[in-house]
């Protein structure tokens, strides 16, 4: 039986945005545009009545939020991925809809090629930062002298199984997903969690992020073409 396609909600307050992304969503096999919304309100009405895998969410919305919807959408329906396709390139945004639960962030001005590899791979328990995003945090949050040389673990000290961790937690997956992939208990889980927080001095979901960046955890558009090629 053939995978059901990657089901998509477009929420922009432009109807301009959401024809065009359905436009280019027509052609994909895998993946399905649904519907869709001008506003939180109706996404939400949406999301409560259909099935839906990925939500593509823009942060200037009227009324609510983006960031407000993000962390609706991560609290009632914790199965979907939201991904913010969004012009605002300001790190206090991008920092606000990562902690609010959005597993992915990309800029409208990107190639919409870009788009289609971000919904499926936060689709696949995935996390997905579009170049742009990745810089920005980069530029804006410094790295520490303890952090300077990130690809390796001279400084940072992590354990093979400590990285293994980390990798999955920056994909949103949760301790009992983590110990179940891994074949550990959930306390074993909980102490590498606590671990990489005080080897690494990071405090939140976005730090281990730009962290999961320096060690080439996250894959980047280019990352990804370079893979598709090795597999041809």
Not at 45 to 50: A, G, M
Not at 88 to 101: F, N, P, V
């Amino acid at each position: 039986m053939p995978n059901e396609p990657i089901k998509v909600l477009v929420v922009d307050d432009h109807q301009l945005i959401i024809e065009g992304l359905k436009s280019l969503l027509e052609y994909e096999r895998d993946i399905l545009f649904c519907a869709g919304a001008n506003s939180v309100r109706e996404a939400m009405d949406y999301l409560s009545e259909h099935a839906i895998d990925v939500v593509l969410m823009d942060v200037n919305m009227p009324g609510e939020s983006g960031i407000e919807a993000a962390g609706k959408i991560k609290v009632q329906y914790p199965h979907i991925k939201t991904l913010a396709l969004t012009m605002h390139d300001d790190i206090s945004i991008i920092t606000r809809m990562i902690e609010a639960g959005a597993a992915g962030y990309i800029l409208k001005r990107t190639n919409m090629n870009e788009v289609i590899d971000a919904i499926r791979i936060v689709h696949e328990k995935g996390r997905y930062l579009g170049m742009d995003a990745q810089r920005i945090i980069m530029d804006n949050m410094g790295v520490s002298s303890d952090q300077s040389e990130p690809s390796t673990n001279k400084k940072l000290l992590l354990t093979a199984r400590e990285l293994e961790v980390l990798t999955l937690i920056t994909k949103e997956y949760s301790n009992e997903a983590i110990a179940n992939k891994l074949f550990i208990s959930q306390r074993t889980v909980e102490a590498h969690r606590r671990n990489i927080f005080y080897k690494t001095k990071t405090k939140t979901i976005v730090g281990l992020i730009k962290l999961a960046i320096l060690k080439g955890l996250i894959k980047n558009e280019q990352e990804i073409n370079d893979d598709e090629k090795k597999e041809e």
